[in-house]
């Protein structure tokens, strides 16, 4: 995994310069003249909940391909994008509520996004206490592995049951964020912050695939170790 | 094809059978079942009209925390006496395997279910007999997923600490769409000109998608 | 300024603090544990 170190600084400097245009751009644009400054809080909503859906894709593919390949690369990968998408998804759940507040005059409603982001943490809170469960690193690879496929397949039923209930029980009476038309002056603002939330979740999973496998080999040693110890 | 399904078969009437004579699961899932009722009554101490409105969410609630008892069992014996490596070794496919160790396991959760409905109906005294044979059916249909999915979950979590919590953890949210569409196809068919349709064909979905997938992905979690 | 700051402002200091806060400590554990695989005679592979 030398590539990762060696990727790991420009990376970083990088989405620090695209976060800073980013905000600058979000400090400039004027304010929504329905929403007011509110909608400045969506500029860090919605690049963070496409990110945690990304992360989920991503930890999707690699966890199928861990399956098929059995490459300890693949499955570091698949930790690390549980944690990353963790981050995300926690970051989303937190500005979705702060935003309701001011907008729907409370911090929670149940309507379908928030609730499938809701899953989705605890789904990823699963995977992660399911690999530290498990002490075989094999099992737990695998057992994630294929969790993480399951989850990807229960999504979107999940999201679309939601919206079913929520739609038929009672029609939405507030659109959820991001729900409005992006037009003009919203446009520069969510793109620039797109761009560097892409950024930051490739950095910091080379940050968190890197710890892992710190982790792993420095694991590997004390049980060396131990094993010595008992000969 | 007829030696597999008999595999299976064999397999899930062994569990069966076994819980039967040391009548283990079975019965500890049934009180279990009447300790949930009484919570809620004692929780909620519904009148008859809130009976009726709360029983399509109070009947799966318990079913899910129940199905969660026996869940945790399914691998139990394997597990104790080292006999899911023999298990394995039969030469079956692993689907075959995961197929008995599931219907073992539905038919245990459709007994508990089939003793459940009239209790429920008793103690919280909702007069809708007439209705038991199509509640039966949505609780039946609903479990065939449930099970399907928990027994996988029971399989990835029968060699991990603390494993009846992680079980809860890991089964809870991926059965949000089951409970919705559940509860949502009881509540339609107690109440008058409100049509099931659609949730059935929800439950009817999660089955399939469960029951296609798990066999398979029992496969990829055993693999050696 | 208007009713709205105290809220933006919040969302902004936790995406900060959450990405930032976590960027730092995995940034700080691989230091920490190249130092402990270095002294061992084993570099970070």
């Given at each position: 995994m030398k590539w990762l170190e060696k990727i790991q600084l420009p990376l970083g400097l990088l989405t620090l310069v695209a976060l800073a245009v980013g905000v600058w751009l979000v400090m400039t644009a004027p304010a929504d003249y329905q929403q007011g400054d509110a909608v400045r809080i969506l500029y860090v909503h919605v690049p963070s909940a496409k990110m945690s859906l990304l992360s989920y894709l991503f930890l999707t593919i690699v966890s199928a391909l861990f399956l098929w390949r059995r490459s300890e690369t693949l499955d570091i990968l698949a930790e690390a994008s549980v944690a990353v998408g963790a981050a995300f998804t926690l970051v989303t759940l937190a500005s979705g509520s702060i935003w309701g507040k001011p907008m729907w005059g409370a911090w929670w409603a149940w309507d379908a996004r928030l609730t499938s982001m809701l899953v989705l943490l605890i789904l990823l809170m699963g995977l992660m206490a399911l690999r530290n469960a498990l002490e075989d690193p094999l099992k737990a690879a695998r057992a994630t592995a294929v969790l993480a496929i399951i989850g990807a397949v229960d999504l979107p039923i999940i999201h679309y049951s939601v919206v079913w209930w929520r739609t038929l029980h009672q029609p939405p009476s507030f659109a959820g964020p991001a729900k409005q038309a992006i037009t003009g002056d919203l446009l520069p603002p969510l793109l620039a912050m797109s761009v560097a939330f892409v950024l930051l979740g490739g950095y910091l999973l080379v940050l968190k695939s890197r710890e892992v496998a710190a982790r792993r080999q420095w694991e590997a040693l004390e049980t060396e170790r131990l094993e010595q110890g008992h000969e | 094809m007829l030696t597999m399904v008999r595999a299976a078969y064999r397999i899930a009437w062994k569990d069966v059978v076994g819980d039967w004579r040391r009548r283990a699961t079975l019965s500890s899932m049934l009180f279990f079942a009447v300790a949930v009722l009484v919570v809620f009554q004692v929780a909620f101490d519904p009148d008859r009209r809130e009976a009726t409105r709360l029983l399509p969410g109070l009947l799966w609630v318990t079913v899910l925390f129940t199905s969660l008892m026996g869940l945790g069992r399914v691998f139990q014996a394997e597990e104790e006496d080292g006999g899911f490596e023999g298990l394995l070794l039969a030469s079956v496919p692993r689907g075959v395997v995961f197929l008995g160790k599931w219907l073992g396991n539905l038919l245990l959760t459709v007994l508990v279910e089939l003793l459940l409905l009239p209790l429920t109906l008793v103690l919280f005294n909702v007069d809708v007999w007439g209705e038991w044979p199509s509640i039966m059916a949505v609780l039946l249909l609903g479990t065939l997923g449930l099970t399907g999915l928990g027994v996988l979950l029971a399989a990835m979590t029968q060699s991990a600490r603390s494993r009846e919590t992680l079980l809860a953890l890991l089964l809870l949210p991926l059965t949000a769409p089951l409970l919705i569409a559940g509860v949502q196809a009881l509540a339609a068919l107690l109440?008058?000109?409100?049509?099931a349709g659609p949730w059935v064909r929800l439950l009817v979905i999660f089955d399939v998608v469960y029951l296609a997938l798990a066999p398979w992905a029992f496969g990829w979690l055993v693999a050696e | 300024m208007n009713e709205y700051t105290d809220y933006v402002l919040g969302v902004y200091l936790l995406a900060t603090g959450v990405f930032g806060g976590l960027a730092l400590w995995w940034w700080r554990r691989i230091r920490w544990l190249q130092k402990r695989l270095h002294a061992e005679g084993r570099s970070l592979s």
């Open positions: - | 109440e008058p000109g409100v049509a | -």
